[in-house]
């Protein structure tokens, strides 16, 4: 069993900043790929940022130049800093694990709620 369990979310104003974290437990491998996604009331679930074990990152359009993800495979965490945050950015967000590939996500965390709202 892999368990994936995510911190950090809340309420900002936009153009506000967050943390997103985490940990990774059970019989994860630090080989395999984590990321971050979210969905919004209404629309399908989407991949925001991936980060391959050994260095590759990835992030969605809309976020490049704002959101920043980070991993420690030591500790088995990834995190997404997230700045100058839009009412478009707000959402569940869910840390995610690829056994394969980046594009294939086999695990999922419980998810941490994102608003932005003045």
């Known amino acids: 069993q892999v368990h994936l369990v995510e911190s950090g979310g809340g309420s900002v104003p936009p153009g506000g900043s967050l943390r997103l974290s985490c940990t990774a437990s059970?019989?994860?491998?630090?080989?395999?790929?984590m990321g971050w996604f979210r969905q919004s009331p209404g629309k399908e679930r989407e991949g925001v940022a991936s980060?391959?074990?050994?260095?590759?990152?990835d992030y969605k359009d809309s976020v490049k130049g704002r959101f920043a993800i980070s991993r420690d495979n030591g500790r088995n965490t990834v995190s997404l800093q997230m700045n100058r945050l839009k009412s478009e950015d707000a959402g569940v967000y869910y840390c995610?694990?690829?056994?394969?590939?980046?594009?294939?996500?086999?695990?999922w965390g419980q998810g941490t709620q994102v608003t932005v709202s003045s």
């Open positions: 980060h391959k074990a050994h260095g590759k990152t």
């Open positions: 995610a694990a690829g056994v394969r590939t980046c594009g294939v996500s086999d695990y």
């Open positions: 059970g019989k994860f491998d630090s080989s395999w790929c």
